[in-house]
Structure formats: structure tokens, C-alpha cells
């Protein structure tokens, strides 16, 4: 009995160093897991986190997010770690099915051998959830996943970054994919790494120009002034975030570790300087009745109040201030020295004020109300004006068609133009490379 006894403690001490590092394997996948904000796509609004369901509308079709959880029958329980690994380093799934772009492998692909095992090893410490999959809605051809192999060939490059040597821009690049959002895409979708960090737009919303550029970009945000947005959202007197930022922030960047946020920040202060977008847009406007604020309706339409003025009287003045100084600390911001209302596009302050604002950190807390059950396209459209010509940039004003667009998240006409013959033009493309590809191996194997 003894030496069962015996047997039994040496087989438990064995044990522990194993279950000790299994267990430290999941906490470094957790906060890699969290940088890579894997949560806000693959969670449908109101549903359980990481059990996938959230579309993503694009003008080829919806492609929904899958199932992570580690469910043996409708998630990932029975991925190998190959599998696992085979789909974020080169976007095939575990049948062989080539996986679209949405889902950001093209970024993943730099993710170290050892980042993945973690992720993995986090993603399976779940609790499973039976959910299944929703189909995706793709229209000919591009529900043809093996055209995925010439896209890959046009824009999928994969670069090996050192985790350690690089780190900002492992974080950057790897684990957050900043550019999925803030770099545009050209003729066949791809990322334009020419334009990297230049600034994109994504579901409507304006994805800023993150480079170093002192004008259009962020070059005259400190290393701090990056880590504290990051961290909080927040930044009086520069930019507040909202929409898809928002999330990442809500998500991802506030519980990332100091050391990564510093060297994601530090990094960004390095990236080359693009000059898109408007300049000084975090500069723009000034106090209503300062010399040098620009002076709205009244001044250039007369004595009389615009309807733009009378909502933004009524339903904005009372957080922000009839001079729109907002309060201090920016948790009610300003609305001169804003990014959003300094921008040369109006769609982020018009979503802003369809949609609200709900941004809570363990920082602090955001609220600002929807206002697409209480105001017409036309008083959206209004009070976006008056506050971009009053507080900010009074560039391209906002018409009702586009506030009708942005609340119904529809793709304009010409863009959906623009955008399916850009994808034509690359199904076109990809359907000869694919067959080119496949006249040069049936030649290669009747040469063996």
C-alpha cells in the first residue's frame, strides 16, 4: 500500500511542471489572443464570445465569421496544431478550403510558430459552444474558393518579423494587423503597401492616417500620446475614438501588456510619412467667439439660426458646450481640436451621431447617446455640418444620401461600380493564373 502511495506522489510531482507550463502556455496565449483582437470578429453582436456569426458585407457577398470555440462538432475541437497553424500562416482550412481574406492571414502570417501554439492553446481552454456556422452568401464566381490561389499570388507576401528584435512591428504588423484597416486596397483588394498606414475607409468609417506625417498623419503625437489613445481611447484636445477603433481599444490595445504598447507606439513614430488625408486635422476650429474659431451659419447665412444649429443647440450643447469645448479630462470631448470634426471626410461624425458612442476601459467610461431613432437623414446631415463648419473642417459636406447610406450600411452605387469591376478585372486575372497554374504542373508531371 505503501509503495502505491509512494507511486501515486511520484507520478503527481511529475505532473505538476507540465501542468505548470500547459498553464502558462494559456496565459501568454490569452494576451496574444487579445492583440490580435481575435474576439471582436468572431463574435456576432449579443452572441457568445468567440462562437463566431458576425457578417462582414462586402460588394462579392457576406462572408461570416466561424466558430472558435473548441466544439468538436461546430468549432475548431478537433484542429490539429498543423491545421491550426497551416490556417493563420497561409489561410487554408482544415479541409484544404482556402479561407478569404477577411479573415487577415495575409497579417497572421508573420505570427511566430510559437505565438500560434499559444493562441491555440488559449482558444482550447474555452468552454465549447455548440453553435453552428452560418454559410457565407458569396455570388459567382467569387464563391469559388479556389480563386483564392491567384489572389494569393497577387497580394499575399508573406515577411518574417522577429518577435523580440522588432517588436513594435510584430505588434503592428502581426498581431494587431493595423493595416487591414488603415492601409487602402487596390485593384484586386490587396493591401497597398505603398501606402501603408496611409489611411483607408472600412464599413463606412474612416480608418486615419496612423503615419509619422507631422500634417496628415500622427508625426506630432508623442510616444505617450499614442499609448494613452491606445490605452484609453481618449486623447483631449488630438482625437476620441468610436466605431471599429473603439472596439480594437475596448477589446485589445487597453489590457495590452505596457511593454508592447510602448513598442507599438515608439514603432509607429518610425513608420514613413504618407501625406493623405487632410492636414492638422486635430489642430482644426477653436472655441465659438475665440479670433481664430471659425464662425459657422451665422455668420455666413445670415442672423438667423440654421436647423443644423437649433439640434446641435438642443441636442448636443448641453455635453459638449454651446462653444463646444466639451470638459477637460475628454471624456465629454471637445469638438475643435477633434480628429473626427478636423477630418476632410464626414462619415465618422455623422456615424458618430447615428450610432452614439460606448467606449468603456477600465480607464474610463465614453457614453454618448444614438441619435438614428430621433433625427431624419436630413437633421443628421444637418447638425454634421454645422459642427464640421462651426468646430472644424467644412470640406466636402455631408449630403443626405450619404447619411441615408451610412445608416442603412450600404455600400454607395458608384463604389459598388468601381469595386465590382476592380473584381472582375481580378477574377479575370486569377482564372488564368489558375489555369496557367495548372497547364505548368500537368507539364511538369508528364515531364517526370
Excluded at 486635422?281 to 475665440?290: D, K, N, W
Aim: include cysteine.
Amino acid at each position: 500500500m505503501m509503495k502505491i502511495s509512494v507511486a501515486l506522489a511520484l507520478v503527481a510531482l511529475s505532473a505538476a511542471p507540465a501542468l505548470a507550463q500547459d498553464q502558462s502556455e494559456i496565459v501568454r496565449g490569452k494576451v496574444l489572443t487579445t492583440e490580435g483582437d481575435c474576439v471582436a470578429c468572431h463574435t456576432a453582436p449579443g452572441g457568445t464570445p468567440f462562437a463566431g456569426g458576425l457578417p462582414f458585407k462586402t460588394p462579392m457577398g457576406t462572408i461570416y465569421s466561424p466558430n472558435i470555440t473548441p466544439d468538436k462538432d461546430t468549432g475548431i475541437g478537433t484542429w490539429t496544431d498543423a491545421e491550426f497553424l497551416r490556417a493563420l500562416h497561409q489561410g487554408i482550412g482544415k479541409n484544404g478550403e482556402h479561407l478569404y481574406p477577411a479573415f487577415p492571414y495575409t497579417s497572421f502570417a508573420a505570427i511566430s510558430d510559437g505565438d500560434v501554439a499559444a493562441i491555440k492553446a488559449y482558444l482550447f481552454s474555452l468552454k465549447p459552444v455548440h453553435q453552428q456556422n452560418t454559410p457565407n452568401e458569396m455570388v459567382f464566381p467569387y464563391n469559388i474558393r479556389s480563386l483564392m490561389i491567384g489572389w494569393n499570388l497577387l497580394n499575399f507576401h508573406p515577411e518574417t518579423i522577429d518577435p523580440v528584435t522588432e517588436r513594435g512591428k510584430y505588434v503592428a504588423d502581426a498581431l494587431e494587423h493595423c493595416a487591414e484597416c488603415h492601409s487602402p486596397r487596390g485593384l484586386t483588394m490587396g493591401v497597398e503597401s505603398g501606402k501603408y498606414l496611409a489611411g483607408a475607409t472600412v464599413d463606412g468609417w474612416t480608418a486615419y492616417n496612423i503615419t509619422s506625417d507631422p500634417d496628415h498623419g500622427i508625426g506630432t503625437w508623442s510616444v505617450d500620446d499614442i499609448k494613452t489613445y491606445l490605452k484609453t481611447g481618449n486623447l483631449p484636445g488630438k482625437a476620441q475614438a468610436a466605431g471599429p477603433m473603439g472596439e480594437v481599444i475596448v477589446n485589445s490595445t487597453s489590457h495590452m501588456p505596457d511593454a508592447d504598447l510602448t513598442a507599438l507606439a515608439e514603432y509607429l513614430k518610425t513608420v514613413h510619412g504618407q501625406a493623405d488625408g487632410a492636414a492638422g486635422r486635430s489642430a482644426m476650429g477653436g472655441p465659438v467667439g475665440s479670433g481664430e474659431a471659425l464662425t459657422g451659419y451665422r455668420a455666413t447665412q445670415g442672423k438667423g439660426a440654421s436647423e443644423g444649429e437649433v439640434l446641435f443647440t438642443a441636442a448636443c450643447s448641453t455635453c459638449h458646450g454651446t462653444g463646444g469645448a466639451g470638459e477637460g479630462s475628454g471624456v465629454l470631448p471637445s469638438l475643435y481640436h477633434n480628429s473626427v470634426t478636423g477630418a476632410d471626410t464626414p462619415n465618422n461624425l455623422a456615424l458618430a451621431v447615428l450610432n452614439g458612442v460606448k467606449r468603456g476601459t477600465a480607464f474610463n467610461d465614453a457614453s454618448m447617446p444614438a441619435f438614428r431613432d430621433e433625427f431624419s437623414d436630413e437633421q443628421v446631415a444637418a447638425v454634421t455640418d454645422y459642427v464640421r463648419k462651426t468646430f472644424g473642417n467644412a470640406a466636402n459636406p455631408i449630403t443626405v444620401q450619404q447619411v441615408s447610406d451610412l445608416r442603412n450600411d450600404v455600400t454607395p452605387p458608384a463604389a459598388i461600380s468601381v469595386l465590382m469591376r476592380w473584381a472582375e478585372i481580378a477574377a479575370g486575372i486569377v482564372a488564368v493564373l489558375v489555369v496557367l497554374a495548372i497547364v505548368i504542373l500537368v507539364l511538369r508531371r508528364r515531364r517526370v
